[in-house]
């Protein structure tokens, strides 16, 4: 009977300790780093180095990426000790990114003063591949066999070998073939069947051997000439 009154008491009391706990502050020397110019499709990895400063601990209450092609070491939850030190790791995805590359992360700890720290990580992407056109257009003026193919260029931007390991389409709808072009490929891409009716859309997802593992090629209705 007198369980459930000194668990009661128990809670209060670490309530109360936990309230009376001094709060550390977490210090960073390093927030923004930058890795130049790199290849698309490589990971990048940051190290950002902390300390944590004072008598108290720091609580990491949440954490906000910019952009789902971040992660990092640090978790929502975690407790960094008094004194302690140790180094945030980020690690960032190119594939679908050219040109310049700036995403942040914000960490909002438990820390006096509710300060939010903000990571920023930053590269130049070179483009690793391209295609031309960048979408397919498809004449369906013409019904059947009479209907030309539209042809797609793509090519490896750093001159590696390309290898197009799968292509992925509606069948129902697509006649896709590819072949080996120079240092690159071709797709030959026309709709079978009859014109649809209504408004529609299509994609041809490729899955390579290169750095971009995997990107999709919008297929639309040629716009008739006005």
Not at 120 to 137: H, M
Request: contains cysteine; negative net charge; aromatic residues 6%.
């Amino acid at each position: 009977m007198w369980a459930e009154p000194l668990l009661a008491v128990q809670r209060d009391e670490k309530l109360a300790a936990a309230l009376e706990e001094p709060l550390g502050e977490l210090s960073l020397p390093v927030t923004a780093l930058d890795r130049g110019s790199v290849q698309q499709g490589e990971t990048l990895f940051f190290e950002f180095p902390y300390k944590v400063s004072s008598t108290g601990s720091v609580r990491i209450l949440g954490i906000h990426q910019e952009c789902g092609c971040l992660s990092e070491s640090l978790k929502p939850g975690t407790k960094l000790e008094a004194g302690s030190e140790g180094v945030i790791r980020v690690q960032a995805d190119t594939s679908h990114f050219v040109g310049n590359f700036d995403k942040k992360i914000t960490i909002i700890t438990d820390e006096a003063d509710n300060e939010a720290h903000v990571f920023r990580v930053r590269a130049k992407i070179d483009q690793s591949l391209s295609w031309q056109p960048a979408l397919v257009e498809l004449d369906l003026a013409k019904v059947g066999d009479e209907r030309k193919f539209a042809k797609v260029s793509i090519r490896n931007v750093s001159k590696q070998s390309l290898h197009i390991e799968k292509l992925r389409y509606n069948e129902d709808n697509l006649e896709v073939v590819k072949s080996p072009m120079g240092d690159g490929w071709e797709l030959l891409v026309r709709w079978k069947g009859e014109k649809p009716r209504k408004a529609w859309a299509e994609t041809i997802e490729i899955s390579t051997d290169g750095v971009v593992k995997t990107f999709k090629i919008p297929v639309v209705e040629k716009s008739p000439p006005r």
